[in-house]
């Protein structure tokens, strides 16, 4: 008997492994094509969306003799591992926002711009990964390195250069000082 597993990873995080055994034997140095059904009852509990997929030949002593890499759609809940991770960014995103634009309206931001900059870092990496979770959610675009890094490295430079250009918190200017003219009689 042979195993087959088949996992999911996005973001190089696995959030599916699914293991069945097979009933029949392919002979060393030939391949073969058979269809066997496969039933991952669970799997909706794990993930939603496009994912990319590796299906392998495991042996009896559990080693990996053959693997194929695909995109598989699952059709999952939003409240499985995969969606409730996308939904855990999201609220940390909203949060690292938050905190920034609101140290930037009490003009409590640091008045060195470089400090300024990193302060918005990391809510430009969440925007980037709240993107690649929902384009593969949406099943629009499946997680892979060359769709991963443009959106990441992407927003996070827009949320720096952001940080970067936001105005030094001491450059306070009350309308009442700059236009009062006084008169002395």
């Known amino acids: 008997m042979k195993t087959v597993r088949i996992s999911g990873t996005a973001l190089a995080l696995t959030f599916f492994s699914y293991d069945t055994t097979v009933p029949f034997d392919v002979p060393a140095k030939s391949s073969e094509t058979r269809s066997f059904p496969l039933e991952p009852t669970d799997l909706g509990s794990q993930a939603i969306g496009l994912l990319p997929v590796t299906v392998e030949v495991i042996d009896v002593q559990r080693e990996s003799i053959a693997s194929v890499e695909t995109t598989g759609d699952v059709k999952g809940s939003l409240w499985s591992v995969y969606g409730a991770f996308g939904l855990g960014v999201l609220v940390l995103t909203g949060l690292s926002w938050a905190g920034a634009l609101i140290a930037l309206a009490r003009r409590r931001l640091p008045p060195n711009r470089w400090q300024r900059a990193m302060r918005f ?50 450059e306070r200017r009350d309308p009442s000082d700059v236009d009062t003219v006084r008169i002395q009689r």
């Open 121 to 170: 870092l990391p809510a430009g990496i969440g925007t980037g990964l709240v993107a690649v979770i929902s384009l593969s959610v949406l099943r629009l675009v499946a997680p892979s390195p060359t769709a991963e890094i443009p959106f990441i490295v992407g927003a996070a430079a827009a949320a720096f250069v952001l940080g970067y250009l936001t105005p030094h918190p001491g």
